[in-house]
């Protein structure tokens, strides 16, 4: 299922005050459609600011079965203690519903997130069908406490994924290459797209490498194993590069593989490539990163991508375990090993500065 886009709205614009409106008259009328929400209490991101977010399910059964082009409309208000209430919104296009399907059985997922400073707010989220509209609302207060260098105010509100300017212009001209592998930090029961949270992560540790290190040229490869594509190679990763990264992570269908990539590839002949064409780059870089969850345990290194992987320049794998209960070993790891590069955690923020240390000093 596809994230189509989620959107803060300005506080007083024409559209926001529409959507007021049509919460007060949704919240004077009784909801019809089943909802199941799970939301997550503040938790700090890798772009130093607060993020919270929410899981939505709704029973298939409550969909139209057969849709050409079928939506779940998103409203959510977020009311700080001390600040100006906000709006998002949030519009997910549902595949096609099979109807071979357990509908008893089956929902539809998805999430939605944002950013916060310190401080309490009281939010609220419905979710509206697009085929003969129904809705149904919760609300929840989540309290995010006060802690040095955030970079986000107390009582703010903002994207969960904000803005990036690129990388300082005042910098050595030292190349650096990243594989972003795009796939979930968490494993759940059917995973179609990346959450929030997923996002967040990816971005703000990508972003927290570039912003901290001495790199003046940054050739970033985004690539998903479960789709084996790239979803974005980019050999000066810039503010317009970033906003086309984020867009890629939003539209990712971890569900759908094309035949014709399922015929011509394979997840290691996929990895394969990915290192043939970074060592044929005209100008090599000066160390190689390869960031993401731990995933692929099943895939072996052939001899081939064994070779490859020990002519890489000098090598840092920085990985998020994606489960304390599986191994921390798949093909990505299995790679950084075979360059002789070192294999780095990261489970916070707080562990993202070992990092960067590591990064600046394989740099020097």
């Not at 004077?28 to 929410?54: I, N, V």
């Not at 030292?174 to 759940?188: E, G, S, W, Y």
């Not at 895939?299 to 081939?304: M, R, Y």
Request: hydrophobic fraction near 35%; glycine fraction near 4%; aromatic fraction near 8%.
């Amino acid at each position: 299922m596809a994230i189509s886009g989620q959107s803060l709205h300005p506080p007083d614009d024409t559209f926001t005050k529409e959507i007021a409106k049509r919460f007060a008259l949704l919240e004077a009328e009784d909801p019809k459609l089943r909802c199941s929400f799970r939301w997550q209490r503040p938790r700090l991101s890798y772009t130093l600011q607060y993020w919270t977010g929410f899981n939505v399910e709704v029973p298939v059964k409550s969909l139209d079965p057969n849709p050409k082009k079928s939506f779940l409309n998103v409203m959510v208000r977020v009311v700080p203690q001390e600040g100006e209430t906000r709006y998002l919104t949030l519009r997910i296009q549902l595949p096609p519903i099979p109807a071979e399907s357990n509908q008893r059985k089956n929902s539809a997922t998805f999430s939605g997130g944002f950013a916060v400073g310190a401080g309490k707010y009281e939010i609220t989220a419905i979710v509206i069908t697009d085929q003969n509209p129904s809705f149904c609302i919760k609300s929840w207060s989540v309290s995010a406490r006060h802690t040095s260098n955030l970079r986000i105010d107390p009582g703010m509100v903002s994207d969960s994924v904000p803005k990036w300017e690129g990388p300082s212009s005042d910098r050595s001209q030292k190349r650096v290459t990243v594989f972003l592998n795009a796939a979930p930090l968490v494993l759940r029961r059917s995973t179609f797209q990346l959450s929030f949270w997923d996002m967040t992560a990816l971005i703000g540790s990508l972003t927290s490498i570039l912003n901290n290190t001495d790199f003046s040229h940054a050739r970033v490869v985004a690539y998903s194993f479960e789709t084996q594509q790239v979803l974005l190679e980019e050999h000066q990763f810039d503010s317009r590069a970033y906003d086309m990264l984020i867009e890629q992570l939003r539209n990712l269908n971890l569900g759908v593989v094309s035949v014709d990539q399922l015929q011509t590839t394979n997840p290691v002949r996929f990895m394969t490539q990915l290192i043939q064409k970074e060592l044929s780059q005209p100008e090599q870089a000066d160390v190689v990163v390869f960031l993401g969850p731990v995933t692929r345990y099943d895939l072996k290194l052939t001899p081939e991508l064994k070779e490859l992987s020990s002519k890489l320049p000098p090598t840092l794998g920085v990985f998020f375990p994606s489960s304390i209960l599986m191994p921390y070993d798949d093909i990505v790891t299995r790679v950084v090993s075979a360059a002789k590069g070192k294999r780095l955690q990261t489970h916070g923020p707080g562990s993202l500065h070992g990092v960067i240390h590591q990064l600046n000093e394989k740099s020097d």
